[in-house]
């Protein structure tokens, strides 16, 4: 054991230094954060649907809810079940098994329904493309509103595509007749 101690003390840390950001990214984080706070003024809820991904653009996702992101400070969180969830965020080709599953998904969603493609397989069906296992791109079986092109997007692409879906669907929203 202590000989492997002695290499360990002797080796130092060996893995490569993380990326460094680029210079206007955490600025570009804090307006998108900004934005969505403006318009949301209350929380997301979204439910997220892998529809036959590589899970490269969930991994992605995933890195929303890291302290460097921090989605969920924004009101923003995910959702097991699509009653509770005001956007669908959806992820790769459909494969044909998913077609079905998806669209139940869509049906049990309360309106305004928002839907969300993310990545180049979900918004163009990208190297899969429609064949006899794959229904193609998300809008081939249900609505799209908003698609985030990338393979995989970046977590700030994924933030501002939420955003721009938000935004567009506010935007879209009458204002309330005024009662005085």
């Not at 997301?44 to 969930?58: F, K, P, W, Y």
């Not at 077609?99 to 397989?121: E, F, I, S």
Request: aromatic share 4%.
């Amino acid at each position: 054991m202590w000989n492997i101690i002695k290499r360990i003390a002797h080796a130092g840390i060996v893995t490569e230094p993380g990326p460094l950001p680029a210079a206007d990214h955490g600025k570009d984080v804090g307006h998108i954060q900004q934005r969505l706070l403006a318009i949301l003024g209350k929380a997301l809820t979204i439910r997220m649907v892998d529809a036959g991904s590589c899970n490269g653009c969930e991994l992605e996702i995933h890195a929303l809810s890291n302290p460097y992101y921090n989605i969920e400070g924004l009101g923003i969180k995910f959702v097991a079940s699509p009653r509770h969830a005001d956007m669908l965020l959806v992820t790769g080709p459909v494969s044909r098994h998913m077609a079905q599953a998806l669209q139940r998904t869509y049906d049990a969603m309360p309106d305004p329904k928002l839907v969300v493609a993310v990545g180049d397989c979900g918004c163009s069906g990208g190297v899969f493309g429609e064949s006899y296992a794959s229904c193609g791109r998300v809008a081939n079986v249900i609505p799209v509103h908003c698609t985030i092109p990338g393979c995989p997007p970046a977590p700030v692409d994924i933030l501002r595509g939420i955003l721009s879906a938000v935004s567009a669907h506010v935007e879209a929203i009458p204002e309330p007749a005024n009662r005085s």
